[in-house]
């Protein structure tokens, strides 16, 4: 009768079960590291603030003194009948606005990382110019003209 089996030294077997140790420690180690997708809810985030937009004549308007929008950079989510923007400055002068409502499956847009816009639901993530730079979102978020006024933005719905 003769064995099928291959002899395996001593050392050969102790190399494999380092390796496969190795690299049980290493999945353990990267998936305790979540977060890190670019695609992932749970990453550094900070709340949006929020800010009342009066509605009329097919303009959302909002007054900037005393909001969240007062440092270059900075944005805000924008609460109106008319529905919800994400509103951020990029000048002294100049903002965009974007519709606040995720493509993919309509959460409100309420989080950023940075300048990066960050939909709280599955963590699609969008520019400041709308479109999308990692999750699930299938579309860009529209954009839409604003004006900037004696301390008032309008965005042009
Ligand atoms: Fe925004 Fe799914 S609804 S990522």
């Given at each position: 009768m003769s064995e099928t089996t291959v002899p395996v030294s001593r050392r050969q077997f102790c190399a494999g079960a380092c390796q496969a140790a190795c690299g049980a420690t290493f999945a353990t180690?990267?998936?305790a590291c979540g977060g890190s997708s670019p695609t992932s809810p749970g990453g550094m985030t900070t709340t949006l603030g929020k800010v009342a937009g009066q509605f009329a004549n097919s303009r959302v308007q909002v007054s900037v003194a005393?909001?969240?929008l007062a440092d270059v950079?900075?944005?805000?989510?924008?609460?109106?009948i008319a529905?919800?923007?994400l509103l951020a400055r990029t000048s002294e002068t100049a903002f965009t606005a974007l519709d606040g409502v995720c493509t993919h499956q309509?959460?409100?847009i309420s989080d950023a990382d940075g300048a990066t816009f960050v939909c709280p639901c599955h963590g699609?993530?969008?520019n400041r110019n709308g479109q999308v730079t990692g999750g699930p979102a299938p579309a860009s978020l529209r954009q839409y003209p604003t004006t900037f006024t004696n301390?008032?933005?309008t965005?042009?719905?």
């Open positions: 180690l990267f998936s005393g909001s969240a950079g900075s944005a805000v989510l924008v609460e109106s529905g919800v923007f309509g959460c409100t699609s993530r969008y301390g008032v933005v965005i042009n719905v």
